[in-house]
């Protein structure tokens, strides 16, 4: 497998799933200040010509939650996700999902300061925190005990946030941020490290 990577972008995420798997795989490092992501080659494995992608044998996948999701099933040894028979697979997968089409966006708003009209497709920040510390309940992961792709994909918007210099405000959310920061392979925004 390759991951086409840059450490100062969010393919920080698709490396920290990879790294939870114990995958084999090696960095291709895209070079965003000379564009290497709009050449004719990178836009032929994501046509977007963002990071990240992952090249595995004749499979192209690119944006991190579709890579999270094609990890889990791809290394279900690593237990980063319930298994599709489980009841909670559906709440699993609404949650990946979630973390790009609410918790990214409202926080975007947050941090530029802009209000959240009702006519976005996604709520105020204040309300996507209360979803996911209800979503996080008693438990240090969002499946109580189970680390999932879910808190990859979740947590590093809010690991993304404190980048910023911005806490959430919610001692449960702080403490969600600080143990998902001390697990070995989470995300280093802007460091190559393995």
Known sequence: MKLYYNPRSRAAIAKWALDECRAGYELVHVDLQKREHKTPEFLRINPAGKLPALVDGAAQVFENAAICLYLAEKFPQAGLAPLPSSAERGRFLSLVVYSVAQVEPSMGDSLLKQETPPSRGWNDFETVKTVVEGELGGGPWLFGEQFT?????????FMWQ?????????PALEAYVDRLQARPYAMRMGQEHR
């Open 149 to 157: 792709m879910a808190d990859i994909m979740v947590g590093s918007m």
């Open 162 to 170: 404190r980048l910023w210099g911005v806490k959430t405000g919610r």
